[in-house]
Nanobody
Framework: QVQLVDSGGGLVQAGGSLRLSCAAS????????MGWFRQAPGKQRELVVV???????NYADSVKGRFTIYRDSAKNTVYLEMNSLKPEDTGVYCC?????????WGQGTQVTVSS
């Protein structure tokens, strides 16, 4: 069973940066897609970014130019570099990975951006 462990969240001022990590229990090459979702209080979960096994990425318009997803296959880890953070980026960020038999989720990490 695949396990994903999210980390790296925290409290940061607007304009600041954070880097989230998603560590997989096995090789990330087994995943069709990996990505990050977030959920703000009182709002539905939304896709932040998805990266296909080919490396092709798709970012939400709200984060384009500020967030970057990248992977380190040697560490079985996917990262989300977040720059120029805004208060509206606040939420619980979860990593997700697609396999042939379903989707695995990380436990989530809280990101809070103060104004």
């Amino acid at each position: 069973q695949v396990q994903l462990v999210d980390s790296g969240g925290g409290l940061v001022q607007a304009g600041g940066s954070l880097r989230l990590s998603c560590a997989a229990s096995g090789s990330i090459s087994q995943f069709d897609n990996m990505g990050w979702f977030r959920q703000a209080p009182g709002k539905q979960r939304e896709l932040v970014v998805v990266m296909a096994s080919s490396g092709r990425t798709n970012y939400a318009d709200s984060v384009k130019g500020r967030f970057t997803i990248y992977r380190d296959s040697a560490k079985n880890t996917v990262y989300l570099e977040m720059n120029s953070l805004k208060p509206e980026d606040t939420g619980v960020y979860c990593c997700a990975a697609d396999l042939a038999n379903g989707r695995a989720w990380g436990q989530g990490t809280q990101v809070t951006v103060s104004s």
